[in-house]
C-alpha cells in the first residue's frame, strides 16, 4: 500500500478505534455513548461561538505540533515546545508593550518576529548543546522548560506585574493586537488560525521543495551517512532546533496578540506538550498536523458539553490516549518488520 495512503488511514482508523472503545467506557459507567457523543460534537460544532472556540483552541496547537514535528523529522525529539512557546509569548509581550504609536502594519509583525526569536533562540541552546557536547535535546530541553517557568513567573510576578489576582503583565498596545475576523459575545476568532496555516504550509515547502528540507530529512533518516554526503551534521541540528523554537513562539506570541493581550501565568497550558502528541497523529507532515490539531481542539472543546449528559469530560484523555497509542504502535510494527529484513 502506497506510504501516504497508509499515513492516512493509520491516524483515521485508530480515531475511530479509539472512540469505539470510549464507548465501551461509557456504556460501563452507565452513560448513553450516543448521547455523550452528540453533545461532544454539538460543544464543538454546534453554533458559531462553540466552532469559533474549536477554532481558537486549534491555532497553537498547530504551531506547537509544527514545533514537535520538524523536530522529529531532523531525528530531533523536541520536548521543550511549552517553554519555547513561554518565551515567545514574553517577549512578544515586551515588544508589544512598547508599540505604543506604532501603526498595526509595522507593530503586528514586529511582535511576531520578537516572539519567534524568543523561541528560536531558546531552543538554539539545547541544539548547540547536542551539536557541540552531544548533550541529549530530551534532558536539556526539560530542564530548560523549567527555567522559562521560573523567569516568566518571576517576570509576571516581578518587573511586569500589574493589578492582583492572577499574575500577569500589562496589555500590549492596541496596534500590536491581531484583528478579529469573527466576534461572538465575548469571544474574538482572530487572523492567528491564518498564520498558523500559513506557517504549516511553509513548512511543507521547505521540508519538500528545498535543499534545507533535504538536508533535514536526511539527517533524521541517517546522520553517519548525511555526514558522509556532506551534510554539516551540527549546522543542521542547531538549524532545526531555532526553527523548531520559532514555531513554537509563534504560537506563544499569537495567544498574546489574538487571545489574552497580554502575557498570564497560565498562558501555555500545555500546548507544548499537545504539540507532542499532535506531530504523532499528524505523521509529523505538516497537513496532517493541521488535522490533528482540529481534532485535538475539537475533543476538548466538546468535552466540557459532555459533562451536561452526565459523561466527565476526562473520557477525552482517554480518547487522546488511545489514538497515540495505536499510531505508535504501527510505527513499532513497521520498525520491526524493516528489522527482520535487514536480518535476513
Known amino acids: 500500500m502506497n506510504n501516504r495512503v497508509w499515513s492516512f488511514l493509520v491516524p483515521f482508523f485508530s480515531v475511530i478505534i479509539a472512540l469505539l472503545i ?37 491555532t497553537p496547537l498547530i504551531l506547537t505540533g509544527l514545533a514537535v514535528g520538524f523536530g522529529f523529522r531532523a531525528g530531533l525529539f523536541n520536548i521543550g515546545a511549552e517553554g519555547q512557546m513561554i518565551m515567545g509569548g514574553i517577549l512578544a509581550t515586551v515588544v508589544g508593550m512598547h508599540m505604543r504609536g506604532i501603526p498595526p502594519l509595522l507593530a503586528i509583525p514586529l511582535t511576531m518576529i520578537a516572539g519567534m526569536l524568543g523561541g528560536a533562540v531558546w531552543a538554539s541552546i539545547a541544539g548547540y548543546l547536542k551539536a557541540k557536547t552531544g548533550a541529549h535535546e530530551v534532558v536539556s530541553t526539560i530542564m530548560l522548560n523549567w527555567i522559562a517557568t521560573y523567569i516568566s513567573s518571576y517576570l509576571i510576578t516581578g518587573p511586569l506585574a500589574v493589578g492582583s489576582g492572577t499574575p500577569k503583565s500589562p496589555e500590549i498596545a492596541p496596534s500590536a493586537k491581531l484583528p478579529p475576523i469573527v466576534t461572538v459575545g465575548a469571544l474574538e476568532m482572530t487572523s492567528g488560525i491564518l498564520i498558523s496555516i500559513l506557517s504549516a504550509v511553509v513548512i511543507y515547502i521547505v521540508l519538500e521543495k528545498t535543499k534545507t528540507g533535504y538536508e533535514v530529512k536526511a539527517v533524521g533518516f541517517n546522520p553517519y551517512a548525511a555526514e558522509y554526503g556532506g551534510i554539516n551534521i551540527s549546522k543542521n541540528i542547531v538549524m532545526c532546533m531555532a526553527i523548531s523554537g520559532a514555531l513554537a513562539g509563534l504560537a506563544g506570541a499569537l495567544e498574546v496578540m489574538g487571545l489574552h493581550h497580554r502575557f498570564l501565568g497560565t498562558l501555555s497550558g ?75
Open 270 to 344: 500545555g500546548k507544548g506538550f499537545d504539540g507532542i502528541s499532535i506531530a504523532l497523529i499528524g505523521q509529523n507532515h505538516p497537513i496532517g498536523i493541521i488535522f490533528a490539531s482540529f481534532l485535538i481542539a475539537a475533543l476538548r472543546t466538546g468535552s466540557s458539553n459532555m459533562q451536561f449528559v452526565g459523561v466527565p469530560k476526562h473520557i477525552v484523555t482517554i480518547i487522546q490516549g488511545i489514538v497515540i497509542f495505536l499510531v505508535a504502535a504501527d510505527r513499532i510494527v513497521k520498525t520491526l518488520l524493516r528489522f527482520r529484513k535487514v536480518k535476513r
Open 22 to 58: 470510549a464507548a465501551v467506557v461509557i456504556i460501563l459507567i452507565g452513560q448513553n455513548p450516543v448521547i455523550a457523543y452528540k453533545a461532544m460534537i454539538e460543544g464543538a460544532f454546534g453554533n458559531i461561538q462553540a466552532l469559533a472556540d474549536t477554532v481558537i483552541k486549534t
